[in-house]
């Protein structure tokens, strides 16, 4: 039984052919521990959003044995998607649990975005972005219900692909419940920046940017 219904795949499939510009690699690490609730589905869903385009380049490893690849990609658990220009072995834009639910759209949106190497945000937030110069790391953390998630997964997404020096990662916080307990979430979206600035709620990307600032600066 497909994961995407029919009608979806038709509209993607146009939508795809109107937006997706230049090849995108959809790279997704997996386990063969059968304690990964989640990895099967994730593959399936990830060879369906492949056949939707040709400019979907759908890469497939191993967590247990790509270790080279987990390395190069800096994959801490699984399963992971992540969402890359075609042939930047990177991780910085990733998807930690299975992007299904509202994060189905986070996913497509990161593929457009992607494709087109355009993020669509304020004047603001891309003057403070363009000055982060070392390495900043944004968790967002999610549930599948949550309806307002995708905007702060989108945001740090779009932030990720505007600097190289910034890594963003969408965090299930059913699948993976002790970390996001370890991490004080009790409501998502819940965003932790560098472990250092944590809050809650999906603001408006030049606040967003700010916070993301607020960790920069504390680190120099």
Known sequence: MSLIREEDAK???EDFEKKLTNTVDLVVFTSEDNSCKYCKDTLNLVDEVGALSDKINVVKYVYEKDKEMVEKYQVEKYPATIVARHGDEDGRIIYYGIPSGYEFGSLIEDLENVSSGEADVSKKAVELISKIEKPVTIKVYVTPTCQYCPKAVITAHKFALMNKNI????IESLEFDKEASDAGVSAVPHIVIND?????????DDQFAEYVMEAYNHQE
């Open 167 to 170: 890594k963003s990662e969408m």
């Open 196 to 204: 250092d600035v944590t809050f809650p709620g999906a603001y408006p």
């Open 11 to 13: 509209f993607l499939r």
